[in-house]
C-alpha cells in the first residue's frame, strides 16, 4: 500500500511517500506566502522522485500548523501524534520525542507500545524554538547552518541573561561589542535554546531512549546542548525534520 | 527644546533624542541641587532639581557602556546651564545600570524611583503607576507620598515593551514616534494579532501586509494585542484610582486609549516628559537625602 504523509510547517512544507513501512521519496521545500502552491510543489517533486502519479497514493494524512489548508486531504493527525509514531518508526525503543521546529517545540512521552502517555508543547515564545536560532544568527552576520558547528569550537561558557529573542538580539550586540568570541555567543545561543527546551521537557518527564526531531536537531550545537543539559546522549535520526511527515505516511497505512 | 539630528540612514526605531532647561531659573540661588540619573536598557536620563523643582533634563539613548552613557546623560542635561558636575550636591542612580553611574552618591531600585517620580509628575492621588519601559513594563501600586506598597513586573518577553514597539516601526517602516496616532486612524478595530511573542506577530504581522492589509490596520492589530498584555499584568496587582502610565509608551496613544480601553479606566495627564519619572523620582530622593546630610 502506497501512503503519503505531509507535514505543513511554519517555514517549511515536508512530504514523505512510504509503500508498507519503507521509505519511497521525500521533498522540503519553503512553505512561503503560499502554502497551498508550496504543497502541491512539495508533493510533485516527492512523486516524481519515487516515479509515480498522484493516484497511485492510496491513503494521504496532513500534520503540522497548516494540515487544515492541506490542498490533498482533509484527514490529518496532530503533531504530536505524527511526531510519535514517525520516531518509532525510525527508532523502535524511543520512549521520549522531542520536537523543535520553526516556530514550536514539543516533548512527548511514549510508553512501551509507542502510545502517548504525555506531551508538552510551546508554540507562544519563541525562545524555545528555531525563530530563535534564526535572529541571533542574524545578530552574529551569519547563517543558522553555520552557527552549530561554530558552537561546537567554543571553549568558554557565557551566560546569556535574556530570554525574549528580541531582548537577545541586542544582548548579542553588546557581547559583539565586549569581543566576545563569536563561537561563545553562538554557543550561549543554542545552550539559551536548549535550556528553554529542557525544561519543557522536564514538566513532562523524560526516560529512554530519547529522540530529538524537527529541523533544529540539524543544528550539532543544539544536540551538544541537549546532551548536557540532559546528562544523556540523545538520538537524532536521519533526516530529522521528515519525523512528522514520515509519522503521517506510516499512520496512513494503518 | 535642543534636540539631536536623526541620522541620514532610514532607521524607524530611532526616535530623537532631547535636552531642555527652564532659562528663567538661576541655579546659582539654588540651596540644594540634586540629580537623578536612570540609566535603562533602552534609554538613559538626567533631570537636574533646584530645591525640588525641575530645572533641566536630557533623554538619550543608552550606549554600550553605562559608565559613558551616565557622563552623556548628565552633561548633556547641563548643556549652556554653566552648571557643572562639581556644582551638584547629590546625585542619585537609578535603572538597569544605576550601580554604573560614577558619579552617583546612592543608588536605588527603578521601582521606588518611578513611584517617586510619579508622585510629582501626576500628583499624590495616584495609586497605580505603569512604567511601560524599553525592555521591560512594571506595574505599581503606591501609597500618597509616593511610597511603593505593591508591583509587578515583566522583564523577560519584550512583548508590550518599547523595543517590541521599535520592531514594529522598523518593520513597516513607520517613525516610532507616529505608530500609535496611525493605529488609530483605522475606521474599525481589527482582531488583535494573535501571538503575543514579537518575534511570532512580526511573522503574523509580514502575512497580514502580504494579504494587502493596510499599515494602519496592521499596527491597530499589533497595539491592541500589547495592549491586552500589559492589562494581563495590571489585572494581577488589582488597579486603584488614580491610574498614570510612565516611560515611553506613555507617549503612544494607540496603546494609552487601548489600555483605557480595556481597563475602562482614564490614565491621568501630565506636562511632564514621561520618560522622565525614574530620573525624576532619583533626583527627588537626592534633594531629600542632602537635606539629611546637612542636618
Same mark, same amino acid.
Not at chain 1, 509515480?52 to 492510496?58: F, M
Given at each position: 500500500m502506497i501512503t503519503a504523509g505531509i507535514d505543513i510547517g511554519a517555514k517549511t512544507v515536508k512530504v514523505v511517500l512510504a509503500k508498507d513501512n519503507e521509505i519511497l521519496a521525500k521533498s522540503i521545500t519553503p512553505a512561503g506566502i503560499d502554502t497551498t502552491a508550496a504543497s502541491e510543489k512539495t508533493l510533485n517533486e516527492a512523486l516524481s522522485r519515487a516515479g509515480? +502519479?498522484?493516484?497511485?497514493? +492510496?491513503n494521504f494524512l496532513a500534520t503540522g500548523t497548516g494540515r487544515k489548508d492541506c490542498p490533498f486531504t482533509d484527514k490529518e493527525v496532530t503533531e504530536v501524534g505524527a511526531a510519535a509514531r514517525g520516531a518509532r518508526g525510525v527508532l523502535e525503543s524511543c520512549r521520549t520525542v522531542i520536537d523543535v521546529g520553526a516556530e514550536e517545540g514539543r516533548s512527548v512521552r511514549l510508553n512501551d507500545e509507542g502510545k502517548v502517555l504525555d506531551f508538552a508543547f510551546n508554540e507562544k515564545c519563541a525562545a524555545g524554538a528555531g525563530a530563535f536560532a534564526e535572529a541571533m544568527a542574524r545578530a552574529l552576520e551569519t547563517t543558522v547552518e553555520e552557527l552549530g558547528p561554530l558552537a561546537l569550537t567554543s571553549e568558554k561558557a557565557v551566560p546569556m541573561n535574556a530570554q525574549c529573542a528580541v531582548f537577545a538580539e541586542s544582548e548579542v550586540v553588546t557581547l559583539i561589542h565586549a569581543k566576545t568570541p563569536r563561537q561563545d555567543i553562538a554557543r550561549a545561543v543554542l545552550d539559551a535554546i536548549a535550556s528553554r527546551i529542557i525544561s519543557m521537557v522536564r514538566k513532562v518527564g523524560f526516560e529512554k531512549d530519547v529522540a530529538v526531531i524537527g529541523g533544529v536537531a540539524l543544528n550539532p550545537g543544539f544536540i551538544d546542548a541537549m546532551n548536557r543539559g540532559l546528562e544523556m546522549q540523545v538520538h537524532v535520526p536521519e533526516d530529522p525534520e521528515y519525523i512528522g511527515a514520515l509519522g503521517a505516511a506510516l499512520l496512513a497505512s494503518e | 527644546m535642543s534636540e539631536k539630528t536623526v541620522s541620514e540612514t532610514k532607521e524607524f526605531w530611532r526616535w530623537k533624542e532631547y535636552r531642555w532647561h527652564d532659562e528663567s531659573m538661576d541655579w546659582k540661588s539654588a540651596a540644594i541641587i540634586s540629580a537623578g540619573v536612570d540609566i535603562g536598557s533602552v534609554s538613559s536620563q538626567a533631570v537636574i532639581l533646584l530645591d525640588g523643582k525641575l530645572y533641566a533634563f536630557s533623554n538619550q539613548r543608552t550606549g554600550f557602556d553605562s559608565p559613558e552613557s551616565a557622563n552623556n546623560a548628565i552633561t548633556w542635561a547641563m548643556e549652556n546651564t554653566g552648571m557643572s558636575l562639581d556644582d551638584i550636591h547629590y546625585t542619585v542612580g537609578t535603572g538597569y545600570g544605576r550601580v554604573n553611574v560614577p558619579f552617583a552618591d546612592k543608588a536605588i531600585t527603578e521601582i521606588a524611583c518611578h513611584a517617586r517620580g510619579g508622585n510629582m509628575m501626576y500628583g499624590n492621588t495616584v495609586r497605580t503607576i505603569l512604567d511601560m519601559g524599553g525592555q521591560d513594563c512594571k506595574a505599581i501600586r503606591c501609597d500618597e507620598r509616593g511610597k511603593v506598597e505593591a508591583f509587578l513586573m515583566n522583564d523577560k518577553c519584550a512583548a508590550g515593551t518599547g523595543r517590541g514597539m521599535e520592531v514594529f516601526a522598523d518593520l513597516l517602516s513607520i517613525p516610532i514616534e507616529e505608530v500609535g496616532d496611525i493605529s488609530l486612524t483605522v475606521e474599525e478595530e481589527p482582531d488583535p494579532v494573535s501571538s503575543t511573542c514579537v518575534v511570532f506577530a512580526k511573522s503574523e504581522a509580514s502575512a497580514l501586509l502580504r494579504e494587502g492589509w493596510p499599515k494602519n490596520k496592521v499596527l491597530a492589530a499589533y497595539c491592541s494585542a500589547m495592549a491586552h498584555r500589559v492589562v494581563t499584568l495590571l489585572e494581577r496587582i488589582d488597579v486603584v484610582k488614580d491610574f498614570a502610565i510612565t516611560g515611553g509608551?506613555?507617549?503612544n496613544r494607540g496603546i494609552v486609549s487601548r489600555i483605557e480601553g480595556e481597563l475602562k479606566l482614564k490614565s491621568l495627564k501630565t506636562d511632564y516628559d514621561s520618560q522622565i519619572a525614574g530620573a525624576l523620582g532619583a533626583a527627588l530622593f537626592g534633594q531629600a537625602l542632602e537635606k539629611k546630610r546637612r542636618k
Open positions: 509515480l +502519479e498522484r493516484d497511485a497514493i +492510496e | 509608551i506613555a507617549k
